[in-house]
């Protein structure tokens, strides 16, 4: 397993007494971090040994998950016991969660709003205002331009779209950069989180119209 590139580790092997970058496996030893009877509670970013922040390096990213993964293999672990092999398997689950949140940038900002005890998207429907109308507009523009089989203005439609899309996605990363310690810019993020989703669904729409 490669060597940390950033962060101080947190805790030490309870085997080796090695530092630990990751909770989930020990890099010196291969000891498995015990899982406790009532599941795992790691956080995603400590477990890949990453500061809590949107802004990351999906190289690192990838690196780590790449490591730990080779770490918590259940066929390394295969030799032991059945409790060990039951560990490698839900410790490589976790893992496996863990850097699906962490490497889609809406389910990072997701993950991040959620640490910081904001309302989730059952608990908060709400989006931008106006946003509602321009989706609907630009759907209907959409269909016509479908029903007239105008390729021109559909990709131009399809142009709006991504770039609507990319604006709240830079807007959100903005909230997500900002103090989430601030009720207001928690209930902006969940906006913006919802908006996304609208801008997701039109835009596939847009592709498979253009398609
Ligand atoms: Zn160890």
């Not at 101080?8 to 090695?18: G, K, L, M, R």
């Not at 321009?134 to 203005?153: C, F, P, Q, Y």
């Not at 906006?191 to 592709?207: G, M, R």
Request: glycine fraction near 6%.
């Amino acid at each position: 397993m490669s060597a940390p590139e950033t962060s101080s580790p947190a805790v030490v092997c309870s085997q080796c007494s090695t530092p630990m970058y990751s909770p989930l496996c020990c890099a010196s030893c291969g000891a498995l971090n015990p899982v406790p009877p009532e599941g795992l509670h790691f956080n995603y970013f400590e477990l890949f040994g990453l500061p809590a922040a949107y802004d990351l390096d999906a190289a690192v990213l990838h690196r780590r998950y790449l490591a730990l993964s080779r770490g918590v293999h259940p066929d390394i672990h295969g030799g032991g016991s059945d409790d060990q092999r039951r560990q490698a398997l839900a410790l490589s689950a976790e893992l496996n969660r863990a850097y699906e949140t962490l490497r889609d940038p809406v389910a990072r900002a997701e993950y991040l709003l959620m640490l910081a005890g904001g309302p989730s998207p059952a608990e908060d429907k709400s989006v931008p205002p106006r946003l509602l109308g321009e989706v609907m507009t630009l759907r209907e523009e959409l269909e016509e331009a479908e029903g007239s089989k105008d390729a021109e203005a559909m990709e131009r439609l399809r142009q709006t779209i991504a770039t609507r899309r990319q604006a709240t996605m830079d807007e959100i990363a903005n909230l997500c950069r900002s103090t989430t310690r601030d009720e207001a810019i928690r209930r902006q993020l969940r906006k913006q989180l919802n908006a996304v989703k609208y801008w997701n669904s039109l835009l596939e729409k847009a592709q498979t119209t253009a398609a």
